[in-house]
């Protein structure tokens, strides 16, 4: 048995006296936007959050294009949502003005005033340029420390987007 076909028997099971049955769909991703994703089967307008997208605060999970979803209807209304991912291609959390995303093996931290990787960049970039006062004039880090300072703006640039 497949499982949408084990979703849609839980459904009906549990389905009591005063509450509406809803179908749960499983179709496969063919485009995703900021909001809302397409299956194969034509439906064009299914939500990644059920609830408004207006909210300042949400967390939203993006399908692979090609993986599979299963999607319902939300009560006694024509808005269709995403319930369950087979492949994930992003995630992002907002909480206001505070941003996190994970995406190809990286993730980004950013609010409205500072974003982490620049941040980190700009550290590194500061500290190979670093003039240092001694008591015989300006010098600058030793050839091994600013390598290591380039290594660690690269490793910091394959973690952070």
Do not use: H
Not at 11 to 27: A, D, H, Q, Y
């Amino acid at each position: 048995m497949e499982l949408g076909e084990l979703f849609e028997q839980a459904v009906k099971l549990t389905n009591k006296k005063g509450v509406r049955r809803f179908p749960l769909m499983m179709e496969t991703v063919v485009a995703v936007d900021e909001n809302t994703c397409e299956t194969s089967d034509g439906i064009d307008d299914i939500k990644l959050n059920a609830i408004d997208d207006k909210l300042g605060s949400k967390l939203t999970v993006y399908p692979k294009i090609g993986s599979q979803i299963i999607y319902g209807r939300l009560n006694d209304t024509d808005d269709l949502f995403v319930i369950k991912y087979s492949e994930i291609d992003r995630v992002v959390i907002r909480i206001e003005e505070q941003e996190f995303e994970m995406k190809e093996g990286k993730f980004r931290i950013l609010n409205k005033e500072a974003n982490l990787k620049n941040i980190l960049n700009d550290l590194f970039q500061t500290l190979e340029n670093a003039i240092i006062q001694t008591p015989s004039g300006p010098g600058k880090f030793i050839e091994v420390n600013t390598q290591v300072f380039k290594d660690l703006k690269q490793k910091t640039n394959q973690l952070l987007f």
